[in-house]
């Protein structure tokens, strides 16, 4: 398995943007598709978007298609998720998870192996 750690996430006024990024320890990271998650309060947790390991396919939520992006880099073992036009109901902890050799079609949570510990992003008007 491997250790997820994310950061990036804080307070935004609706309109701005951010980058959240989650590094991770081990080896063969680029074998592992990742994905981002998150959970508003009150709510599940959710599927947000998913990389496979080599960057080459993506899946989206419908809630933020068009507006967030996921990419990888895999010379710093890490993944990041650009968020753009941010809104109040993207308000949420936003968690990185792993899978080895993963779909990224896979939205739910118990096929994910490793998570991060979260990282809180709020929107207000």
């Known amino acids: 398995q491997v250790q997820l750690t994310e950061s990036g996430g804080g307070w935004v006024q609706a309109g701005d943007s951010l980058r959240l990024s989650c590094v991770a320890s081990g080896h063969a990271f680029n074998l592992y598709t990742m994905a981002w998650f998150r959970q508003a309060p009150g709510k599940e947790q959710e599927f947000a978007a998913a990389?496979?390991?080599?960057?080459?396919?993506?899946n989206y939520a419908d809630s933020v298609k068009g507006r967030f992006a996921i990419s990888r880099d895999n010379t710093k073992n890490t993944v990041y998720l650009q968020m753009n036009s941010l809104r109040p109901e993207d308000t949420a902890v936003y968690y990185c998870?792993?899978?080895?050799?993963?779909?990224?079609?896979?939205?739910?949570?118990?096929?994910?192996?490793?998570w991060g510990q979260g990282t809180q992003v709020t929107v207000s008007l």
């Open positions: 998870a792993a899978m080895f050799f993963g779909s990224v079609f896979a939205r739910n949570t118990y096929e994910w192996r490793s």
């Open positions: 990389i496979d390991g080599n960057g080459a396919s993506t």
